[in-house]
């Protein structure tokens, strides 16, 4: 079965600082891979994909992708309160934009 | 701009009842339509899939049937709710095909049977 895993945290960091969230996924053939953010109460958001190895950066998201070690991380720069959420690392699982999503890290950036 | 509406936003029923949800995108035409369930502190579970009008494919065994009347709709029923069918519904979308691009999310649609 193609899981994806997360640690379920909460990971807590002090505002500025840099979050560093991870996940990995047991499907060789994924090809996609995404991070959502989720707020209590809220439907997902989008705020990364990565479909390359390497590191792809926007803004203050980074995502990084290693298809080998099958593991993708998200990093977030200047973490603010604003932050704190719930983040849903996915990846796609046999076509037709089906992903399979991880449980979730919930992220507290206190000031 | 696209955009994805589903509704209703609440709403809490009694075992034993029939479910309704609806989900509206606007904006986009032959999109892949999906339905997802988020239980209480876990991850999404994908429930139904959908290509085009009445081509729907089951992910998991359930109590829940989907059906695409039109291109932009998607509904997502039972006959009879179950205590475990309570959890927060989401429809989402893509663009068509293949290809492996992002998915969209509604507001999702919370369901308490009780």
């Known amino acids: 079965q193609k899981e994806v895993e997360q640690n379920s945290g909460p990971l807590s960091v002090p505002e500025g600082a840099i979050a560093s969230l991870n996940c990995t996924y047991s499907d060789r053939g994924s090809q996609s891979f995404f991070w959502y953010r989720q707020y209590s109460g809220k439907s997902p958001e989008l705020i990364m994909s990565?479909?390359?190895?390497g590191d792809k950066e926007d803004g203050r998201f980074t995502a990084q992708l290693n298809k080998a070690s099958q593991y993708v991380s998200l990093l977030i720069r200047d973490s603010q309160p604003s932050d704190s959420a719930t983040y849903l690392c996915a990846a796609e699982g046999g076509g037709y934009n089906k992903l399979i999503f991880g449980a979730g890290t919930r992220l507290a950036v206190h000031p | 701009s696209q955009t994805i509406h589903q509704w209703p936003a609440t709403l809490v029923q009694p075992v034993g009842s029939p479910l309704s949800l609806e989900c509206t995108v606007e904006?986009?035409?032959?999109?892949?339509l999906y339905w997802y369930r988020q239980a209480a502190g876990r991850g999404l579970q994908l429930l139904f899939y959908s290509i085009g009008i009445d081509q729907i494919s089951s992910e998991v065994p359930q109590n829940l049937s989907a059906s695409r009347p039109q291109d932009r709709q998607f509904i997502l029923s039972s006959k009879k709710l179950l205590l475990s069918d309570s959890g927060f519904y989401l429809c989402a979308w893509s663009g068509g095909g293949m290809n492996t691009g992002e998915l969209f999310f509604g507001e999702g649609s919370r369901l308490t049977v009780l």
């Open positions: 990565i479909y390359s190895n």
């Open positions: 904006g986009t035409s032959n999109p892949n």
